[in-house]
């Protein structure tokens, strides 16, 4: 089993849907948890940055964690078809090797005009 | 520079060859990594620099693949005999020092050199 599990999708959505994408861990010590959107044949950019349990809101975006459950959640808003990636979700324990991430295999998502 | 720049964008190698990919971090970040996506599935670590030193290199798959950032700056990643398990896109990454924080500390990617080897 991975550290941590993404849906890989695809999912696809008509423009103005609400998404919902999620990963779950098995490691309790990942305390650092990210969003980051990947356009085709680009890197990664990040989108949304959590440190340990609650709720975070960025415009259309709203990142949960809820570390009871090692469950997190990034919802779209009035998705629009330039959120069109593969959103990959990324976390990093506490302590001296805090830089390095584990990521998830990504959801790859197309929204319909 | 204004983000993290990777060169070749593109390489196609026949098996056997060495590769070398160059990153190009932004100006003033003291860390550096490299990171491996094969299709499909996403980036997993390869090494961590801060400035010149490599302070981790648990991430390289074997002994065939080499990096070095000699002035704290500039890093490349070398492949030597490459195998077709090696295609794959090679993200090179910066961040300001390394840590990240319950504030923030943004690691920026690069756009990749995608490898096939033939």
């Known amino acids: 089993q991975k550290e941590v599990e993404q849906d890989p999708g695809p999912l696809s959505v008509p423009e103005g849907a609400i998404v919902s994408l999620n990963c779950t861990y098995s490691n309790s010590a990942f305390q650092y948890f990210m969003w980051y959107r990947q356009y085709s044949r680009k890197g990664p950019e990040l989108l949304m940055y959590t440190y340990s349990s609650g709720n975070k809101e960025d415009g259309r975006f709203t990142a949960q964690v809820d570390k009871s459950s090692k469950y997190i959640s990034l919802f779209i808003r009035d998705s629009q078809p330039s959120d069109s990636a593969t959103y990959l979700c990324a976390m990093s324990a506490s302590g001296g090797s805090n830089y390095k991430l584990t990521f998830g295999k990504g959801t790859l998502l197309t929204v319909n005009p | ?118």
């Not at chain 2, 070095?68 to 990454?93: F, H, M």
């Open chain 2, 1 to 118: 520079g204004a983000g993290v720049s990777q060169s070749p964008r593109y390489k196609v190698a026949k098996r056997g060859q060495d590769v070398a990919l160059r990153c190009d971090p932004i100006s003033g970040h003291v860390s550096l990594f490299w990171y491996q996506q094969a299709l499909g599935q996403g980036p997993e670590f390869l090494t961590y620099f801060q400035n010149e030193a490599q302070l981790d290199k648990s991430g390289l798959p074997s002994d065939r693949f080499f990096a070095e950032r000699p002035e704290g700056s500039v890093s490349t990643l070398k492949i030597q005999r490459t195998q077709q398990e090696d295609s794959a896109v090679y993200l090179c990454a910066s961040n300001k020092d390394g840590r990240l924080t319950a504030s923030g500390n943004t690691i920026y990617f690069g756009e990749g050199s995608w490898l096939t080897v033939v």
